[in-house]
T-cell receptor, first 115, second 111 residues
């Protein structure tokens, strides 16, 4: 079984709808991240969490919110989806004691289309 | 402003040749740099890490160099194979900050 899973894998929604993307991990890592990927722009950090009680904004947090329900679960919400949030979304985990340091382990991604 | 640049144009090479990908950065003092591989429809997968005090790191057919004076890392794949075709991302970690990714370069190895 995959260590980092994301649901759904694909989602089509309409402008203004609220949607939630979910991430679960079995790696036992405290640190979890949400990124979005757009063609040519690489991965941009939306939010990150270093433990269950810790939530931090990343580079592009506007329009998004997150919830860390447990060590293993980190959800990303789009409160009111807009077309420019159409992108590929990745969840990742890391362990600061890992060798090599701060290696990130990514889920398979969620492809989101906002009409 | 901080910037990480990778060639956005695809690199096409013949099987058996050495592929060389470039990662340039500005306004960073990275503690270390990582390279990831990403296949279509999948998440990135970690390949190699090189620290600021290391000049070169090797793993099987992969070699990474890191020149903090030039602010550049080179990623080499020797004896390339069609299975090496993918997008390769560099990522910089600046102590106290987060891992920041470049836009990636797509490599196509033709038989």
């Amino acid at each position: 079984d995959a260590d980092v899973t994301q649901t759904p894998r694909n989602r089509i929604t309409k402008t203004g709808k609220r949607i939630m993307l979910e991430c679960s991990q079995t790696k036992g890592h405290d640190r979890m991240y949400w990124y979005r990927q757009d063609p040519g722009l690489g991965l941009r950090l939306i939010y990150y969490s270093f433990d269950v009680k810790d939530i931090n904004k990343g580079e592009i947090s506007d329009g998004y919110s997150v919830s860390r329900q447990a060590q293993a679960k980190f959800s990303l919400s789009l409160e009111s989806a807009i077309p420019n949030q159409t992108a590929l979304y990745f969840c990742a985990t890391s362990d600061p004691t890992d060798v090599p340091k701060e290696t990130q382990y990514f889920g398979p991604g969620t492809r989101l289309l906002v009409l | 402003s901080q910037k990480i640049e990778q060639n956005s144009e695809a690199l096409n090479i013949q099987e058996g040749k050495t592929a060389t990908l470039t990662c340039n950065y500005t306004n960073y003092s990275p503690a270390y740099l990582q390279w990831y591989r990403q296949d279509p429809g999948r998440g990135p997968v970690f390949l190699l890490l090189i620290r600021e005090n290391e000049k070169e790191k090797r793993k099987e057919r992969l070699k990474v160099t890191f020149d903090t004076t030039l602010k550049q890392s080179l990623f080499h794949i020797t004896a390339s194979q069609p299975a090496d075709s993918a997008t390769y991302l560099c990522a910089l970690y600046n102590a106290g900050n987060m891992l920041t990714f470049g836009g990636g370069t797509r490599l196509m190895v033709k038989p």
